[in-house]
Every structure is written in C-alpha cells, then in structure tokens.
C-alpha cells in the first residue's frame, strides 16, 4: 500500500508536522517535530541524503542562518535533527538537493534571502555536509526559491533561482567538478515578485522548461527552452487581478498527456489550475476555493487515494490548517478533509513522500 504522508514547515510555530497517510484518503493524527528554539521554519523538500533509499526531510531555518536535517528510519519515525549553518545574515528561504559533482553523495542547494547568494553544501555519504559555497545573484537581489535541472543539455545539474526583488529569474549552469558559472538572468516585467518555481519539459522537445509564480502581477510565466541559454519567449497565463501567487507545482489534471499548472491565489482564497496542451496553448485558469479567508500559501500534488488520480494537498496560513483536494476522472476537484495544524502555526510549506 502506497503511504503518502504530509510534511508542513509552520513559519510560527517552530516545528514541522508529519501526517502519516493510509492510502485510502485518510491521515493519522498530527506529529510535530521541533525545528529549535527561534529557528522560524521557512521552506521544506525530501530526498535521499544518506543514500539508505530513505526520503529526509530538508528544512530551512530563517530564524537561526541554517537547515536541519531530518533523516528517516523506515517505520515513521525519524533521527534528531543535524542543523549546518547557510551563512551569517542569510535568513535562507528554500533547500533542494541534487548531485552537483557527481560523487553519488547529494549536495544541497540554499536559497539565502539575507545574503543575495545561493548557498551550496557538498554531501558527504554518512548524511553530513562540508563547508559552505556561496554563488552571488543579483546586485539588490533577495532570492525566495531554487530548483534543479539540466537547463542547457550538458549532462551537469544547474540551478535555477527566483527572487522577490529583481525582476529576473537567474541560471547558475553546472561544470562537471560541481562548482557553477555567474548567474545568467532572464528578465521578467517591472514588479515581478516572485515566490516559486517549477521545471518540467512541457512540450516533449527534451528540454526542461520552467514555469514561475509572480505575486506582484496578474500572469503566471511560462518559459520554454531548446537546449541553450538564452530560453525562448515567455508565455504568460492570466490570472484574477490582485489574486498573489506564492507557490506553483506541475502534474497532470487531465486524461491527456500535457503537462497542467497549478497555483495557490492567497489573496482570492483558492487554488487555480492552467490545463496544458499544444504549442504554448494553456487553458483558462479555473479554481477550486480553499476556504473562507484561509490564504493558501504552498500546494503538493500527489495520488493520496490510489486511484492513479492526481490530488491536491494545500496549507492555509490564516486558518491554520491543510486541506486535500481529491481529483475526480473529469478533471474537477472535491475537497476531501481538513486537517488542522495547531492555534497560531501559520503552515507554510509542504511536501510529500513515502516515509513508513
């Protein structure tokens, strides 16, 4: 049986919580997990840092200039957090891991808010990192978001970085000792905020493409790519004005083979999803509410009841709570159950993952 448990970082609360799933829409009750006294969790993402086919869990601390790492022991529970430093004034946002160097250790990469860089650790195989890289982003820049990918079809990992200032999007491409270029930018409208990113290769070319989340607009971008930098033209879906995106994530909503978009609208109370299809051509946004002045913030996607359905798991800051959207075979969404997280822990990040 599929377990697909939820992984919540609470920016108030100090902790991160586990739901345990059952595989048939239902979720255990709440466990939280202590991130430190202060620590201000801001971001959160799974892989397997100890090489033991395990999922960890990898969390920012904003509060404290770290991340922690909670590794898995295989029956739900987990080891006591290592924490390793991302710099001095870095109030680091987002954590994502991939193998920069090829050494089949994960490596992590940091978005650091504070210090306008993207912060590396190289991974060692005991589940231990070295010491801290730092590659800078734009002059002014205050980076929110980082992903991974093969931008420029070399073989090497890149790192791709969205911030909530500069009005870019900017690309460290990879080297294959594992160290990376000066960041290329790409450059978005004036007032682009930009909180998430999201990588996938929309139109079958075998290149990844990418697609943001802007807050300060009524678009969601979408970049395609050939295969070298620079990335073609962006192509911009619209949105309700005033809606503010915070977090986007790619699946497939449909019975087709396109790849769909799906974002939270914090602002609006409720969730949106872009079908996909040929040639750039995305649907008109429709939206599935989240709850009366509940501003969702982050959104998973995942199949949480085995019907090889897509679902949708969101966490509403204002209300303190997640919700499960169940799919249905025709494309719409049913609000299945809400879970609270705790008076005042404000969730602000999700994930999910296999950890029992």
Known sequence: M????????????????????????????????????SSRP???SISDINNDHLPD????????????????YGNGSFAEQLIFSTGPSSSPQFPIAGDFNK????????????????????GYNNGTFGNLYTYVTSIGSHPTNVQVGDFNNDQQ????????VSNNVGIFFGYNDGTFTSISLISLSKGSVTYSVAVVDFNNDYCLDFTIAVYGDNTIGVFLANGSMPF???????????????????????????FAIAITNSD???????????????????????????????????????DSLTDIVV????????????????????????????????PKSIVTGDFN
């Open 2 to 37: 599929l377990l697909l448990p939820s992984h919540l970082s609470s920016f108030a609360g100090n902790s991160i919580y586990v739901l345990l799933g059952s595989g048939n829409e239902s979720f255990a009750n709440v466990i939280t997990f202590t991130t430190g006294k």
């Open 42 to 44: 801001s971001g959160i």
């Open 57 to 72: 869990i990898i969390v920012t601390h904003l509060g404290i200039d770290s991340i922690g790492i909670f590794l898995v």
């Open 103 to 122: 050494d089949g250790q994960l490596d992590l990469a940091i978005a650091n808010y504070g210090t306008t860089n993207v912060g590396i650790l190289y």
């Open 157 to 164: 990992l890149d790192i791709i970085v969205v911030d909530e």
């Open 232 to 258: 073609g033209g962006q192509t911009l879906l619209f949105v309700d004005k005033g809606s503010h995106r915070s977090s986007v994530a790619i699946s497939h909503f449909s019975n087709d083979n396109y």
């Open 268 to 306: 609006m109370n409720n969730i949106g999803r872009f079908l996909g299809g040929r040639n750039r051509i995305f649907s008109n946004i429709t939206t599935f509410s989240t709850g009366n002045n509940s501003h969702p913030l982050s959104l998973a996607v995942s199949d949480f009841n085995n």
């Open 315 to 346: 966490t509403n800051y204002n209300t303190n709570n997640i919700i499960i959207l169940i799919r249905y075979g025709n494309g719409s969404f049913s609000m299945l159950k809400s879970y609270s997280t705790g008076d005042n822990s404000q």
